[in-house]
């Protein structure tokens, strides 16, 4: 699949496969009156319909249909306008909920979740299929008020939700989590294997933000808890949306300042420091597999490692 050069930013992690997009949100118009509606009837909309988290997949490239091929649907969401020199340039895209896959719309073993496909997704369709899941996840778990309890009513192009009772308005929520690579004197890197993952899978150590806490200190906090080590100088790197189900990912480096280590055992069921090559070495032979290519912990070990983990450690390290 040809590269595209349209991503929002370049972030020191390089790019994020869920972090592209090439389609303006056009966050503005979704006040307007009855902005879905002529939308539904002009020519050149396109539609992406989600059922479960599962949209149509052709070819690796997902399958936008028009109002017309959609017969019975859920809550409608304004995803935005395709910018210049994508396919489908300029036209609008609206998200339909659908209460199961439609086989008229595509085959059923063509409907695939995001994480399935996001690699061969270009950059239009990777950040359309992640604003699209995750507002639906939004939709599908946020059906009345938190204040009242009274079933909201969809306003706004799909981005409010509204209580009839008290007129509060709700807006999708992302939750922040923290994930992050940490180094000591030595030039290791810590790795973790979690309570639920398989024995041999490692990764960097993550954890979800609390209330009225910053990142930094979330970082710190996490480490501590999941570690039982002081980490300091916590510098972000980037960040990815990780819709499964309403996750931001913010990326982050650390020091570590002691590296005795001591797994939790409710999260972390082992910790492990490892040199490039020890790395290198256990990936090869199979003794211990890593976060994939989507996830920005892959991303994370990668700038550590200084390229990609498929080949033979380099002598400078870090890029
Ligand atoms: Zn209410």
Redesign the pocket.
């Known amino acids: 699949m040809e590269e595209t050069l349209r991503t929002l930013a370049q972030p020191p992690l390089g790019e994020l496969q869920l972090s592209r997009a090439d389609s303006d949100r056009n966050g503005e118009s979704r006040i307007t009156e009855q902005f879905l509606e002529t939308l539904w009837e002009t020519a050149g909309t396109k539609v992406l319909p989600i059922a479960h988290g599962k949209a149509p997949v052709t070819a690796g490239a997902l399958t936008l249909v028009t109002p017309s091929d959609i017969g019975g649907h859920g809550i409608l969401v304004y995803l935005g306008r395709v910018n210049e020199g994508a396919v489908d340039a300029g036209n609008h895209v609206i998200l339909a909920m659908l209460e199961e896959a439609d086989p008229e719309l595509a085959p059923l073993d063509q409907w695939l979740g995001l994480r399935d496909i996001a690699t061969s997704l270009d950059a239009r369709d990777a950040g359309l299929f992640v604003e699209a899941a995750a507002v639906a996840n939004w939709h599908e778990t946020t059906t ?7 079933p ?1 009513v969809v306003r706004d192009a799909g981005w409010v939700r509204q ?6 308005q709700h807006y999708p929520r992302t939750d922040a989590a923290i994930i992050v690579s940490i180094v000591d004197d030595e030039d290791r890197l810590l790795l973790g294997s979690a309570v639920a993952w398989p024995e041999n899978r490692y990764s960097t150590l993550a954890g979800f933000v609390e209330p009225g806490e910053s990142l930094e200190a979330a970082v710190i906090r996490e480490v501590g808890e999941e570690a039982g080590i002081a980490v300091d100088s916590p510098q972000y790197l980037g960040s990815q949306p990780w819709p499964f189900p309403a996750s931001l990912m913010l990326g982050f480096t650390a020091h570590a300042a002691t590296t005795d280590v001591r797994p939790d055992l409710s999260e972390i069921r082992s910790l492990r420091w490892f040199t490039r090559a020890e790395l290198f070495a256990e990936l090869r032979e199979g003794s211990i597999a890593v976060a994939g290519g989507v996830s920005i912990a892959r991303a994370l070990i990668e700038r550590w490692y200084g390229g990609s983990l498929d080949e033979e450690p380099s002598r400078t390290g870090e890029r």
């Open positions: 009345h008020c938190p204040r009242c309890g009274t909201t209580c009839p009772n008290d007129g509060s």
